[in-house]
């Protein structure tokens, strides 16, 4: 079930404003998949279809998958949407697809808390790749303890959503029991004074966690890289298939 920040029709629509509308995180993937030559590419979580559709305009052949009707709804409406095959779902999706690349971007590859969740989704990722496509993901270094930003003072923003309105956000955290971190967004609405929320729980994986499990699903680590727009917060895993 998708929070409901991505999957709340009101709160999909916000999303995109909610964050740097230029996505700079972005840029790193459109630049790996020219890197590998990737022709085509499967954006898993893709949300609200940002990177989905930046891919598509390059002349890739994409496929964005999310289990958010919300989100996947607002990605329909993107330039270039028409170009990108959307499927709500998950990595559950990915049987008879297949690529050259694979992209989990944002929170996406942490929004897996259970060992089991995590590996299905490596497993069937290792199973829709091409000989030499690769595996792409980001997740935050757990020893930068980003957390410990997430509260009103630090996230508080106002924004102007089109027929929306006027939007206060804030995020507060509400629980840390490592390796799980919970903390929910709060959204006022002041057209009509409306409040929504919405909570989540991310998986804080170490470096070598993350390496261990990937070999488990016969990928091989190829880069761990920085991810440009956050130096020295995140690492941004590239993986390919292992060769027997």
């Known amino acids: ?43 898993l979580g893709c949300g609200t279809g940002m990177l989905a559709c930046r891919l598509a305009a ?24 028409d170009r990108v095959r959307w499927i709500t779902g998950t990595a559950a999706q990915l049987k008879e697809l297949h690529a050259d690349l694979i992209t989990m971007t944002g929170n996406v590859a942490q929004v897996f808390v259970t060992d089991e969740a995590w590996m299905a989704t490596l497993r069937a990722c290792h199973e829709a790749l091409r000989p030499k496509g690769r595996l792409v993901f980001e997740v935050r ?24 309105g006027t939007v206060e956000s804030w995020v ?11 903390f929910r967004h709060t959204f006022v609405f002041r057209k009509d004074g409306s409040v929504m ?20 699903a016969q990928l091989t680590v190829e880069a761990v890289r920085d ?18």
Not at 144 to 161: M, P
Not at 172 to 182: F, G, I, T
Request: glycine share 4%; aromatic share 8%.
């Open 197 to 216: 929320t919405s909570a989540s729980t991310l998986r804080f994986r170490t470096q070598s966690e993350i390496a261990e499990t990937l070999s488990r």
């Open 1 to 43: 079930m998708p929070d409901a920040i991505f999957a709340e029709p009101k709160l999909a629509e916000i999303y995109d404003l909610l964050d740097h509308p230029d996505r700079p995180d972005l840029a790193p993937y459109l630049a790996i998949a020219d890197e590998f030559h990737a022709h085509s590419v499967i954006d």
């Open 141 to 164: 270094d757990p020893t930068r303890e980003a957390w410990k930003g997430w509260n009103r003072e630090q996230s508080f923003q106002v924004i102007e959503a089109p027929g929306i």
């Open 172 to 182: 507060e955290l509400m629980n840390v029991q490592l390796p799980l971190v919970s």
């Open 227 to 244: 991810a440009p727009d956050r130096p020295g917060l995140e690492f941004v895993f590239i993986t390919h298939t292992k060769v027997n």
């Open 58 to 81: 390059l002349g890739k052949e994409v496929v964005g998958i999310d289990p958010a009707v919300a989100s996947l709804k607002v990605a329909k409406r993107k330039a270039y949407a």
